[in-house]
């Protein structure tokens, strides 16, 4: 069975534009199965065969491995938005082309159209270079990697492709959006790079997230008045991490709302000066906000 040298397949990976950083190596160790390596990395042993496309061990069958074999380890990658940067700058940047603009915001729970805030943390999606084999097409592939085979014209777009057909030999790139690292994975990755899945990338993206998830929570306290809650809920969340400028005006405006309710004036104030500087626009509109509240912040 003839198979490609690591090397050579992260070369692939390279002049087709994913980037080197969504992966990292690891050499088999005597008595490993791929389906040992995955549960490893992974936590789930099914994704072996994940690991045997990403490596072209099923080109030709087979996906026997050795000791001292270096595999290719899929992993996302993390980064930090800076200011100017789109969806589009960002796809070009790390999925190597603009036009795959819509499965990076995707992976990240937003739309291509709307710019990501700076200070935001986006996962990178982990992408394979497929080694298309005999019987191989967009729709087992999808299958395969995705586990709905339905998806393959999500594949063909992806790789610019219109013909259904595919053929032996040829490079199929597919990105894996809900592919995630378990915490050994996490500890290989680190000491193998210490770059594609670093320990405070991914605390801030779980930061972030987790963010999103409980804002809801602190507008309903504020909506039904319960102040106390609201400051402390608040406050937990602004110590859990690095939080992106719209997640801070949220919650320094519901701080703002709720210290003036508790007749806590410097902390009301020491919130709105928070509003203003993490806010686009800060204007307090007087149609809207009670007149404590805009002497609060009155200057």
């Known amino acids: 069975m003839k198979r490609r040298p690591f090397s050579i397949v992260l070369a692939l990976v390279a002049v087709l534009g994913a980037p080197a950083a969504s992966a990292f190596p690891h050499v088999v160790r005597p008595g490993e199965t791929l389906a040992q390596i995955a549960a490893r990395v992974y936590g789930d042993a099914r994704k072996e065969s994940l690991l045997a496309g990403a490596n072209a061990l099923d080109v030709g069958g087979g996906s026997a491995i050795v000791p001292g074999m270096r595999l290719e380890i899929p992993a996302p990658s993390h980064h930090k938005v ?33 710019p990501p805030e700076a200070g935001l943390e986006v996962e990178v999606p982990a992408v394979v270079a497929h080694i298309v084999s005999e019987g191989d097409s967009s729709t087992t592939l999808a299958a395969r990697y995705w586990g709905d085979g339905n998806r393959g014209w999500e594949l063909n777009a992806f790789n ?53 998830v409980e804002l809801p929570a602190v507008l309903v306290d504020v909506r039904e008045g319960r102040y106390v809650e609201t400051v402390a809920r608040a406050n937990r969340i602004l110590g859990s991490g690095q939080l992106t400028r719209p997640q801070l005006a949220v919650l320094y405006r519901a701080l703002l709302e709720a210290y003036v309710a508790l007749d806590a004036p410097r902390e009301a104030k020491d919130a709105c000066a928070s509003l203003r500087a993490s806010a686009t626009d800060p204007t307090l509109d007087p149609t809207t906000t009670s007149p404590k509240i805009r002497a609060a912040c009155a200057k």
Do not use: F, K, Y
């Open 82 to 114: 800076a200011s100017g940067e789109t969806w589009a700058s960002l796809a070009l940047q790390w999925l190597g082309g603009a036009g795959r603009a819509d499965v990076l915001a995707r992976a990240n729970h937003a739309v291509s159209w709307v």
């Open 160 to 212: 610019g492709r219109p013909e259904v057909t595919m053929h032996r030999g040829e490079i199929i790139l597919v990105p894996l959006a809900d592919l995630a690292l378990a915490e050994a994975g996490l500890a290989e990755a680190r000491a193998s790079l210490g770059l594609a899945c670093s320990e405070v990338d991914v605390r801030g993206l779980v930061t972030q997230r987790r963010a999103d």
